[in-house]
T-cell receptor
Framework: GENVEQHPSTLSVQEGDSAVIKCTYS??????FPWYKQELGKRPQLIID?????GEKKDQRIAVTLNKTAKHFSLHITETQPEDSAVYFC???????????FGPGTRLSVLP | DVKVTQSSRYLVKRTGEKVFLECVQD?????MFWYRQDPGLGLRLIYF???????EKGDIPEGYSVSREKKERFSLILESASTNQTSMYLC??????????FGPGTRLTVL
């Protein structure tokens, strides 16, 4: 089955700097890659996603890139703000999003 | 605009008890999911259902069962609770190429 690895497990950046979180997946059939953000004490929420026919997608300060050949994808957050502090989960789906395999998560801290 | 609710936020049970966790969604979505969340392990899929009375095993189904008698309700059952099932349990609905909406979670402690 699918296996998703995620690095780093923790990340601290200064406010205004960029943050990058990287994930790798094992199943070459995976075709959908969402990213979820979970703030402390709250439920995970989708922040951006990408399908396998696209190499990059951007939404304001966040962007995701996908390299199918290398089987890895990354989340990029620019101009980080304190409200970006949260745990971020990447996920991969081998069946068009019907179900996901999540990575272990990255705890991002944005320092003022 | 509540989309997914769970019956309890906190639950304490004894080893060997039968435990029911209930999840209700108001989105009329076919897909529903049960995950457990543990530090450093992320969100692991226990079971999911893509239609009434249908269920599929996820990555860690051992020790759990599910029931989906109505479209809006998906129940997770621990037949005989054990201490290693102490965890945060999250229900979700949605998916396909759309967001999975998560419930608030149930923190289960098994003593």
């Amino acid at each position: 089955g699918e296996n998703v690895e995620q690095h780093p497990s923790t990340l601290s950046v200064q406010e205004g700097d960029s943050a990058v979180i990287k994930c790798t997946y094992s199943d070459s059939a995976s075709n959908y890659f969402p990213w979820y953000k979970q703030e402390l004490g709250k439920r995970p929420q989708l922040i951006i996603d990408i399908r396998s026919n696209v190499g990059e997608k951007k939404d304001q300060r966040i962007a995701v890139t996908l390299n199918k050949t290398a089987k890895h994808f990354s989340l990029h957050i620019t101009e980080t703000q304190p409200e970006d502090s949260a745990v971020y989960f990447c996920a991969a789906s081998p069946n068009y999003g019907q179900n996901f395999v999540f990575g272990p998560g990255t705890r991002l801290s944005v320092l003022p | 605009d509540v989309k997914v609710t769970q019956s309890s936020r906190y639950l304490v049970k004894r080893t060997g008890e039968k435990v029911f966790l209930e999840c209700v969604q108001d989105m009329d979505h076919e897909n529903m999911f049960w995950y457990r969340q543990d530090p450093g392990l992320g969100l692991r899929l226990i079971y999911f259902s893509y239609d009434v009375k249908m269920k599929e095993k996820g990555d860690i189904p051992e020790g759990y069962s599910v029931s989906r008698e109505k479209k809006e309700r998906f129940s997770l059952i621990l037949e005989s609770a054990s201490t290693n099932q102490t965890s945060m349990y999250l229900c979700a609905a949605g998916g396909g190429y759309n967001e999975q909406f998560f419930g608030p979670g149930t923190r289960l402690t098994v003593l």
